[in-house]
């Protein structure tokens, strides 16, 4: 619990109202109580700041006016509210220390801050940092590196030779380190090349819940600092994503594929292999990316979506597209006339 | 072991033939032996039917004339053997109680009815009901609550403050309130927005293998009674799918979207956030759904598939098709003429 | 540390240069110093095989003249690379025996010279052969055998009556033999089909990390000999995939679909259910296959990426097709003029 004042303060807001107003946590505009802090950083819901019943709201200047209730003031109000989330968020209990029913290897190096929970695994000669805390289940295979601050979540699963930089965060599922899917015909069929590379991710990078970094073939695959990746992401061998790029869920990589910095991937895109994006790039929901971007910008592929009937009397006509195009020049032709 | 009069007692179904014929297991018409119980309940498989060595067959009065075998008559012969795998179906040995290699919190509440395996972790707070059954290595977070007759499988992940209705199937490698994707762009690159909502779960709800359902920024993530979800499936923080509701593998769905009740969406579909389905929507396979859709009915997206020559010729033209729609005008304009 | 003398032996190629040269790893042609094999295998790198500091580099007989340094001579310099990766691969240690904190049940056959790892859940029934590894955290269900020589990676899941061959290699997070997606309208919702059937995988099979593979509803699901499967994919019940053919990351095949020998599925890949692939088939990444393949050769389907500006132009143009079609057509017809 807070008092509007303390928030305005470590939020760096100023603040309209009751300074002493207790508010004891967050809520959105429409299910925000008396106690809550609720945000607006989007004009579509300012029919809901009018109505609401929160105790506070985070707000540009500009709408304080039609704030029925005591207000935090900022420019930025949704950076605000992130901030305001990690003074509510109830962290889990991590103890430092070794779980009993861990199993680390005796020269494996646990910083004593460190908070190792039951059945986790960490194989020789891997270092875990100050303020680790991995979760239940986890295994860290040799030589791996996970730096400080980072939390690994339960099941997660990191190969060996995975450095991980300070204070990610790596959801359950994660597999980071996996072979690169990587195989050569032989006369007999299909042969594998083993995954010597590693794989590197930088500080402050967040990796979501079943998604998969495979290790290099003989490079590593890189991760550059605050990078964010969504769910069920597959980032293949030899992939580099420069710095703050962030990757929504389903999305695939394939092999060498290089990301600049800042770059954007929405939902299920998918990258062939080889390519390189350049830094400020945007790519909307389901883009095939078929070859390297030089410019910032967006860029899509696809088709919109209809009723099914329509869509499939227009989707034979994409079939004939090329003749349509020729017909077309033909009666352009002066001699068509 | 059953006769075929105690099958048709139990499926509540008509039986032509010898009472006492003796089925030992289910087969397809192809496969099934003179111990085996097959169905028909597509018209396609009519010919199979013909030649089938079943013991018996689940069809509708209609096709006995076509069956050299005993029957089980019923007007709904899918629906029949759905329930008739029930009855055959080797349950997995869960006895009651806890295997003492699991990790049980003090203040855990697990009923002795429940079954716990090897290796789980049952945090604070959680309540686990009677005959639920929690696989090896499963982890439940902090002030969770399984519900009665749920089954996880082994390595699946619940975090913390998430309710699971009773009778639910969470299959391997599931995770269940893992962090939305929410960050907002800071002086310095990404800041993380803590997820302080939940997930909550209703009855008869079956997730797939490996699929993930984040928990909500503030409110819940919530999916009713009776949705099944495939494998490798997203749903996103604040995601609400309603009643019935199926979807199949690969799909993901992004952040605060409302699915209705009874929607299909096949394998492969995206749908953007902060969409809106209304019930009894159909969704064909891989379509994006780039709007809120308020008809019923089904939708679609994409392109046929082709040679890949036929293909790049007519998808070349694609790019061309605002250029090809203006030149047909301007032929089809008198003046053109 | 082999010299170069014993290098061509090993990999049965010819050698050029010091014989006794000393080479301790393998890199790339780039990264490469004098202690590191390199190869070329594409002629796009010639370049930088003119600048390598390799200490030798495996190459075809034609480009040994512009080699800076020794080389090993073959007519296949990338199946050469990959047989060469198999010698420096560090294993990972893998004692034989079982760990003290695995749970393997009494009438389990565990081959003396398997590794079972920490944590690891053996059921009853099951059947692990000589030299298989299995991870920490794995779990093998009821009846389940797993072949020679295969490498199970921690926190991978084996349902029961799964039946893996020799010499596979199966990722993190797999699971094989979750249940098929299958289920009946019933007047109160689905009912559950359970499904009987289970998982058939051949021998020298590798699964990506991720990657789901349901057991069948009657049948088994199939995967024959030498098939590759990359990560995050989702292969449905009844699915039978063919010898030798590979499959790119996050590909969804639907239920009961049949893929030939020999093919290739690039990455993002769905295919619908019920469909029959030849053999010798390859399909581009992210293709929807809508109808069965009766000619080997290549398919694709979906539209080019463009700026998202361009793409809106063209793709609000998709949805005119059918009537542009026409309209076309009434300008063709000689009366149009």
Request: proline content about 4%.
């Amino acid at each position: 619990v807070y008092s509007l004042e303390e928030l305005a303060t470590k939020l760096g807001a100023e603040y309209s109202g009751d300074p002493g107003r207790r508010i004891k946590g967050l809520a959105t505009l429409a299910g925000a109580g008396p106690g809550d802090l609720a945000f607006l950083a989007n004009r579509r819901y300012l029919s809901q700041l009018q109505s609401t019943r929160a105790g506070a709201v985070i707000l540009r200047p500009e709408h304080v006016g039609q704030c029925p209730s005591d207000s935090l003031l900022t420019t930025e109000p949704y950076l605000t509210y992130a901030r305001a989330t990690r003074l509510f968020a109830r962290t889990e209990s991590t103890e430092p220390g070794v779980h009993p029913r861990a199993a680390v290897a005796v020269d494996a190096t646990v910083h004593p801050q460190a908070s190792i929970g039951a059945n986790v695994v960490v194989e020789a000669g891997v270092v875990i940092e100050a303020g680790v805390v991995l979760g239940a289940n986890v295994y860290v295979g040799r030589a791996s590196r996970v730096g400080a601050g980072t939390r690994v979540w339960p099941n997660a699963v990191i190969y060996h030779d995975v450095r991980l930089g300070r204070d990610c965060v790596i959801h359950s599922n994660a597999v980071l380190g996996s072979d690169g899917f990587g195989f050569a015909r032989g006369p007999d069929g299909w042969e594998k090349i083993e995954q010597l590379g590693g794989v590197r991710i930088g500080d402050r990078v967040e990796i979501g819940a079943g998604t998969t970094v495979d290790r290099g073939a003989l490079d590593d695959t890189v991760i550059e600092d605050g990078v964010i990746v969504d769910n069920l992401v597959q980032i293949a061998h030899n992939c580099r994503i420069g710095k703050n790029t962030a990757i929504a869920g389903c999305t695939g990589l394939a092999g060498s594929t290089i990301i600049g910095e800042n770059c954007t991937l929405a939902g299920g895109v998918g990258v062939l292999g080889h390519l390189e994006i350049c830094n400020n790039v945007h790519i909307t929901a389901m883009t095939m990316v078929t070859k390297s971007i030089e410019k910032p910008g967006s860029y899509s592929s696809g088709t919109p979506m209809a009723s099914t009937g329509a869509w499939k009397r227009n989707a034979v006509r994409f079939s004939q597209l090329d003749s349509i195009q020729r017909r077309l020049a033909a009666l352009e032709k002066p001699s068509a006339n």
